[in-house]
């Protein structure tokens, strides 16, 4: 480029704009890489230390045409300082992926997903869905990412729950929107004697509530009194326990 293109350059403005765009971008696509490798498995693989490529390739794909593709994924990994290549190949090298890669985390995964996936596709699709007047629907949510990032208030609301919540005694108890019933779960397992019911909106989640539910009303000592319905307040609701 010829020095007079190049003081145009700098001084039109654009040389600020792209800066500028640089710094927003970053974070943004940081946010998206994590996301992603967290969801393939690429971060708990790393997590103990590195593993080369040739052992990552053929853990995520059989195909060898796409080599290519999954190394420059890779690196970009690198270039945005979330992991390292080494001689024994890639492994984590940003704080984020290594706080992330600890299942016990695992909410803060989810939050990551919901926001990445979920809450991009909210903002970016706005616009054009408002202009064709199509609404979005609960199947565009992915209700057991968002269960799974609720976690992340639990110890907020235990404490709550264990405030409002006497150990003994009949109890009813109505939760609205319950996800993966956290919280009736640990409401039963508190007080024996509590009865009940959790609402929950998406059929995928109501099934993993239920799940956990019935483990908790199969425990000794305890009545089956705990229940999750697929429903909304909106719909008529059978409340026989309460």
């Not at 992603?36 to 794909?61: C, T, Y």
């Not at 409401?187 to 059929?203: H, Y």
């Not at 239920?210 to 059978?238: E, K, M």
Request: proline letters at 6%; glycine letters at 6%; aromatic letters at 4%.
């Amino acid at each position: 480029m010829r020095l007079s293109a190049l003081w145009r350059f700098m001084t039109s403005g654009r040389l600020q704009l792209v800066v500028s765009l640089a710094r927003l971008l970053r974070p943004f696509y940081r946010a998206c890489f994590v996301s992603a490798a967290a969801s393939s498995g690429v971060l708990r693989r790393l997590a103990n230390g590195p593993v080369s490529f040739d052992h990552l390739m053929r853990e995520v794909s059989p195909d060898p045409s796409m080599r290519a593709a999954f190394h420059s994924w890779l690196s970009l990994g690198v270039s945005l300082g979330e992991l390292r290549q080494g001689p024994e190949g890639f492994s984590l090298r940003g704080r984020l992926s290594k706080r992330l890669a600890n299942p016990a985390n695992d909410a803060g995964v989810a939050l990551l997903q919901e926001a990445t996936r979920v809450h991009r596709a909210l903002i970016v699709e706005a616009p054009e869905r408002v202009k064709h007047a199509r609404r979005f629907a609960l199947e565009d949510m992915d209700g057991c990412v968002t269960a799974r990032a609720s976690c992340l208030l639990e110890p907020a609301v235990m404490n709550v729950v264990n405030e409002l919540l006497p150990s003994r005694g009949p109890v009813h108890l109505l939760d609205v929107g319950c996800g993966s019933a956290t919280y009736v779960c640990h409401a039963a397992i508190r007080n024996p004697d509590l009865t009940a019911l959790g609402l929950e909106l998406q059929p995928s989640v109501a099934e993993i509530a239920r799940d956990r539910v019935r483990g908790v009303n199969s425990r000794p000592n305890r009545a089956t009194r705990s229940r999750v319905q697929q429903s909304h307040l909106l719909r008529p609701v059978c409340l026989p326990l309460l």
